[in-house]
């Protein structure tokens, strides 16, 4: 029999063990064979000392996530506590799509995220549509990553359309690369996620990473690449063929996008949901559809999209005849 206390004090104690202990309830179902005993922001485990070491290592990825994301929703506790005590870091680590800074492991936390992963692997080129949250660009970037490092791509080419969400471009301050940056941030941030800082500048001054609007990849031929098009609900028709018939040898297309959140101005619509429809069904054409039940950040999102969902049901025209 042992015991092992934990002090919680790079983030909040109550973020980590949930209001009235919430968290830490679900957490005591995952590890019935301890005690766990919370006072303020320490944790005191008591039981065998295999299940301890199993027991310490989740709880500091449970941590880890806090401090990341300042948010604990049910599905990341889940995959991070869930499994059998006994099982070996190996066996989870097969799941792993990269092991990022500070101790973070990415994998797909959902069964449409793990449809993403599959479909990368056997096609050439994949269509990932769904609703903020559902970890499409996250998922996608990782799978990139992955295939540099294990040299199965020579480079890393991300790209989303320079559009305007409901702001202007023009009154933003700077040249036209500090002008396109706040476009181009989720990328960044990503990256930063995955890569550590020294090496992701020195990948991004080299070229091995290129992050760019839509617009600057016209005229190129994308070898030997991992490509991302993020945002795609806001690319024209046009555009959207013109991005995919950038495809070179060795190169892997990932396309991403919201249907339900198209900035064109009206009179341009999207060409995604168009472009799918056309090469639906193309042998080495994958399309994956995430959903609500994919939302990972926090459960309000969840409950936010249902809300608009069923405002868009009803403002829809009866057409019944």
Known sequence: ????????????????????????????????????????????????????????????????????????????????????????????????????????????RTRNQQRLVEAVRTHDMVFAVGPA????????????????KEKQVRRIILTRPA?????????????????????????????????????????????????????FMRGRTLDHAFVILDEAQNATLPQLKMFLTRMGRNAKFVITGDLTQVDLPKHSPSGLDKGIGLLRGVEGIAIIELDEKDVIRHELVTKVLGAFKDLEQRDQPDRTP
């Open 163 to 215: 559009v305007e969400a409901g702001e202007n471009l023009g009154f933003l301050p700077g040249d036209l690369r500090e002008k396109l940056d706040p476009y181009l941030q989720p990328l960044y941030d990503a990256l930063k996620d995955m890569i550590p800082a020294g090496r992701l500048a020195e990948h991004l001054e080299t070229g091995v990473i290129q992050i760019a609007p839509l617009a």
């Open 133 to 148: 949250g559902t970890g499409k660009t996250y998922t996608a970037v990782a799978l990139a990553v992955r295939a540099l």
């Open 1 to 108: 029999m042992g015991e092992l206390s934990i002090q919680v004090t790079a983030v909040d104690p109550i973020a980590v063990f949930g209001a009235n202990d919430q968290h830490l309830r679900i957490i005591r179902g995952f590890f019935p064979k301890l005690n766990l005993v919370a006072r303020g922001d320490t944790l005191k485990v008591i039981g065998n000392d295999d299940d301890i070491s199993v027991f310490a290592e989740r709880f500091d990825q449970l941590v880890e996530h806090v401090g990341r994301y300042n948010e604990l929703p049910r599905k990341v506790l889940d995959d991070i506590m869930g499994g059998a005590p006994d099982s070996e870091p190996s066996a989870e680590d097969a799941d792993v799509l990269v092991h990022g800074n500070a101790g973070l492991r990415v994998k797909a």
